[in-house]
């Protein structure tokens, strides 16, 4: 193969890569803006397996559109689900990306609480949860304080992206966002997920709410 059968435009590469990704999908029944998410997510890992591993809560995705809709903001765990979301077409709908586990009084409280830093970040911020959409990409812990708060304060996001990785409480953290019905979510079973998954649903999330074309 030569570097002129490459293509290079990069409409026509991730245009090519959705025709292919439609063909992988071809025999599931989602809805159709779950299957927008659920592309996003296979084009992101460049692994159609991943499809078979989303979870939508009933209201998961409406909910999450409604929400951008009216201007709410994302709140994530770690800087590289920040990193992912695509700040520009938040903007059009008002809304801001926020991470605080940089927060200069994160470290102090976290060895004071004896819990990880991504859990403090957002205790220390929990108002800005309610009502907002929250999106774990790495932390286990931070998903199960957004649980617990939700639980203790009787509030809740619009909508919890919660796709933490790993092998330690990540499929276990999971499964509790799964099991509850009370909070809309999208999530994906098991030890995969990631920051490139949880920003992956967001961005799915934020072009539908503006109507961006995929």
């Known amino acids: 193969m030569d570097l002129k059968d490459f293509i ?9 890569s959705m025709e292919i990704i439609e063909d992988f999908l071809a025999q599931h029944d989602w809805s159709p803006f779950q299957k927008q998410v659920v592309k996003r997510v296979v084009h992101t890992t460049g692994d159609p397996e991943v499809a078979g591993l989303i979870l939508f809560h009933p209201q998961g995705v409406k909910a999450g559109i409604a929400a951008l809709q009216r201007g709410a903001n994302i709140i994530t765990d770690v800087e590289m689900v920040w990193s992912g979301v695509n700040k520009k077409n938040l903007a059009k709908a008002g809304g801001k990306v926020l991470c605080f586990l940089n927060d200069p009084e994160v470290p102090a409280r976290a060895r004071e609480w004896g819990i990880t830093r991504a859990m403090t970040a957002l205790r220390l911020h929990q108002d800005e949860l309610w009502g907002n959409v929250v999106a774990v990409g790495n932390s286990p812990t931070a998903l199960l304080e957004v649980l617990r708060l939700s639980d203790e304060r009787k509030k809740s996001p619009a909508l919890i992206v919660g796709c933490p990785v790993g092998f330690v409480g990540a499929a276990e953290s999971k499964q ?17 997920g990631g920051s490139n998954v949880a920003a992956a649903m967001v961005n799915a999330l934020i072009y539908l709410s503006v109507q961006r074309e995929f």
């Open 8 to 16: 290079i435009s990069p409409q026509e590469i991730e245009a090519r």
């Open 176 to 192: 509790l966002l799964a099991e509850q019905a009370e909070i809309p979510y999208l999530s994906i079973k098991g030890n995969r």
